[in-house]
Nanobody, 121 residues
Framework: QVQLVESGGGAVQAGGSLTLACAAP????????RGWFRQATGKSREGVAVIAYGGNVIYADSVKGRFTISKNNANNMVYLQMNSLKPEDTGMYYCAAGSALSLMATWFNYWGQGTQVTVSS
């Protein structure tokens, strides 16, 4: 199975910004839902943001107003702009592709291996 590839993670101080990117092969069509999930050490994976084919988006309450998900159909890339980062945003961030505009991970079939985001203060 072809997997997605994330990039852009790193270490940043509280209040800073990072932009994550997710590359996907053409096998992942434009009508596939694209999302970002994260997992902190010792916690379960949680949905962060998902974008639909037509551009509709959903966000976790904890990131709404701070994070923005977007996509570029020309290169099949998906991005997550993260502003005003907090220490609680620390975790491994995963890109995913699936079949619903949902923050539930069970709807997603394709996954990247993750990129680490660490927010310190």
């Amino acid at each position: 199975q072809v997997q997605l590839v994330e990039s852009g993670g790193g270490a940043v101080q509280a209040g800073g910004s990072l932009t994550l990117a997710c590359a996907a092969p053409s096998y992942i069509h434009g009508n596939t839902y694209r999302g970002w999930f994260r997992q902190a050490t010792g916690k379960s994976r949680e949905g962060v943001a998902v974008i639909a084919y037509g551009g509709n988006v959903i966000y976790a309450d904890s990131v709404k107003g701070r994070f923005t998900i977007s996509k570029n159909n020309a290169n099949n890339m998906v991005y997550l702009q993260m502003n005003s980062l907090k220490p609680e945003d620390t975790g491994m961030y995963y890109c995913a592709a699936g079949s619903a505009l949902s923050l539930m991970a069970t709807w997603f079939n394709y996954w990247g291996q993750g990129t680490q985001v660490t927010v310190s203060s």
